[in-house]
């Protein structure tokens, strides 16, 4: 797909003469890189969370956000004052887990446009919303179906707002690639969701959070609406695990586990402090996970996607 992708000396301005870009989320796993990468760009950035100092940002670079705001995605007056003189606002607030009153209806739909409009009152010019390759409104999954519906409704409520999708994001920290490596490092045997067919495409993290950057920064116009950011290679889950197994040199049986025993283990194990299995997870690996063909990605904003094999590397080094 033909995309014109054009590069200008300067960032947007808003008629205020300012250049603030807002990040909520902005010190998650994605968030904290859109916020370096936008740093890298010169551009002012505000990072938004409701703990804003939990993730400690370089200084000795001055990699450090111009500003880092406490606000709660799902309180309207905190989310006014935060995006308040921004050019423009990324969504990056994820919700893994329903716990009381953060259900993914909550979070995913109805802040998602509550923090859509709010910003287009506000006079923002962009609006970038992290959702998820697989999104569906129409899933019977709650997860997939909220973060469908979320697109829907912030493209409502935020006319031209940009949509972008990764695919599962892989990185030094992520709970994903880090996880399998460490599994089997440590299990004479290793559980496939099911037969482990459904095929995935991981994606680094860090070329998600520049192609938000280079969308959020004002710097690449762009006519597209959805960007599905996925990485080189598509794999088997299979595939994958045995192909971390082999780089790490580590021997390994694969068992086929039914997604009706994930499914009760993920249920059981969301009741645990700290979740390492989510029945959004399991509802994801049901279904194929790679990006679309006939949607533009991160080749179209200029991007060449990098593999995973460098960091199952670095993983298999530092276990
Ligand atoms: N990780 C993946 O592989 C993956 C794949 C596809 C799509 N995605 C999507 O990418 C987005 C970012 O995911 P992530 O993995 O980077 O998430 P993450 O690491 O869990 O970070 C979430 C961020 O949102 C903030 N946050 C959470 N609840 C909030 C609230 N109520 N109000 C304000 N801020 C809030 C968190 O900080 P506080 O807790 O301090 O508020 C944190 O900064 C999500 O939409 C996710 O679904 C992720």
């Not at 006014?80 to 887990?97: E, T």
């Not at 045997?189 to 998600?208: C, K, N």
Request: glycine residues 8%.
């Amino acid at each position: 797909m033909a995309l014109e992708s054009k590069m200008t000396n300067q960032p947007g301005r808003t008629e205020a003469g300012e250049n603030i870009v807002t990040v909520f989320g902005g010190t998650g796993f994605l968030g904290r890189r859109i916020v370096t990468s936008l740093l890298d760009r010169a551009v002012d950035v505000r990072a938004v969370s409701r703990h804003p100092h939990k993730h400690k940002f370089d200084n000795v670079s001055g990699k450090r956000p111009s500003q880092q705001i406490e606000a709660d995605i799902l309180d309207s007056s905190s989310i006014a004052a935060a995006v308040a003189g921004s050019r423009a606002v990324v969504n990056a607030v994820s919700l893994y887990v329903e716990r009381g009153k953060q259900t993914f209806e909550r979070v995913h739909v109805e802040a998602a446009a509550d923090l859509a409009a709010t910003s287009r009152d506000a006079g923002v010019e962009m609006f970038v919303q992290i959702s998820g390759i697989g999104s569906d409104p129409m899933s019977r999954s709650n997860y997939i179906r909220a973060r469908g519906r979320g697109e829907e409704v912030v493209k409502a409520a935020f006319p031209g707002a940009v949509i972008v999708r990764p695919s599962v994001m892989v990185g030094p920290d992520d709970t994903f690639i880090t996880t399998i490596a460490r599994l089997v490092h440590i299990l004479p045997i290793y559980p496939l969701f099911g037969e482990g067919g459904t095929r995935l495409q991981p994606v680094y993290v860090e070329d998600v959070a520049e192609a938000v950057s280079r969308l959020a920064s004002g710097q690449y116009s762009t006519d597209a609406s959805i960007f599905e950011c996925a990485g080189p290679r598509i794999y088997s889950y299979r595939e994958l695990v045995q192909e971390i197994a082999t780089q790490l040199n580590a021997r390994i049986r694969l068992v086929p586990v039914p997604f009706a025993v994930w499914r009760i283990l993920a249920t059981a194990a969301e009741f645990l402090p700290v979740v390492s299995l989510t029945r959004n997870q399991v509802d994801l690996m049901l279904r194929d996970n790679v990006a679309a063909n006939d949607l533009p990605g991160l080749e179209e904003l200029g991007i060449q996607s990098r593999g995973i094999e460098e960091l199952v590397d670095m993983i298999g080094h530092a276990a």
